[in-house]
């Protein structure tokens, strides 16, 4: 069975300045993705970045990095310049390469404070 | 941008009632799912649904529950006899693929409260 743990029940962070959300794993899998969803208040959870795992590289959205280290099975996402919109729940997920179910994280709420 | 959409938005039900969760998938999706987070804890997988049958459910999905789709675009949750514990959020999902990473889109969720 796959677990996912995020060990940050809440974070936040001032305006423009750089936060990092942690995320550690569990898969008997050598062929998995990783996930980060953002779900702000009263709205749809809403994908945030993905990464394949075979890939070394680290995938990067806009403000968005991760630093995915396989053989620690760490997952961190990294938001730079912070910005009000990004105050939301934020889950760390994973997927099995040919499996459907996605496992979650408990989730960080994440505060941008002004 | 297209989106998944659910309704209703909060349903409150008393205990041993049936219940329907609906759900608008991405209308070029082709994979469907179902979720729940009970306040407090993770999101859990419960159903995944394709070709008109269940591809894959968890110990959570037992007979209490049920999905189907019963037109082009609905995708609906069935809870018979409804417990206490199945109060929570439930969220569907949808996608174009499945098992390559591809991204799973969500809705807002539906909350369940069972008095």
């Given at each position: 069975a796959q677990t996912v743990t995020q060990s940050q029940p809440e974070m936040s962070v001032q305006e423009a300045e750089t936060v990092t959300l942690s995320c550690t794993y569990d898969t008997s899998e050598s062929d998995y993705y990783l996930f980060w969803y953002k779900q702000p208040p009263s709205r749809q959870m809403i994908l945030v970045i993905r990464q394949e795992a075979y890939k070394q590289q680290n995938a990067t959205e806009n403000r968005f990095s991760v630093n995915f280290q396989k053989a620690a099975k760490s997952f961190s996402l990294k938001i730079s310049d912070s910005q009000l919109g990004d105050a939301a729940m934020y889950f760390c997920a994973l997927s099995n390469f040919g499996n459907e179910k996605l496992t979650f994280g408990t989730g960080t709420r994440l505060t941008i404070i002004p | 941008e297209p989106e998944v959409t659910q309704t209703p938005s909060h349903q409150v039900t008393q205990m041993g009632q049936e219940v329907i969760l609906r759900c608008v998938p991405i209308?070029?999706?082709?994979y469907f799912y179902w979720y729940r987070q009970i306040l407090g804890q993770k999101v859990e997988f419960l159903v995944s649904f394709y070709n008109n049958e269940i591809s894959e459910k968890s110990?959570?999905?037992?007979?209490q529950f049920s999905v189907e789709r019963p037109d082009g675009s609905n995708f609906t949750l069935k809870i018979r006899s409804t417990k206490l514990e199945d109060s929570a959020m439930y969220f569907c999902a949808s996608s174009f693929r499945t098992g390559d990473g591809q991204p799973q889109h969500f809705g807002d969720g539906t909350r369940l409260s069972i008095l």
């Open positions: - | 209308s070029n999706h082709l110990e959570i999905f037992d007979d």
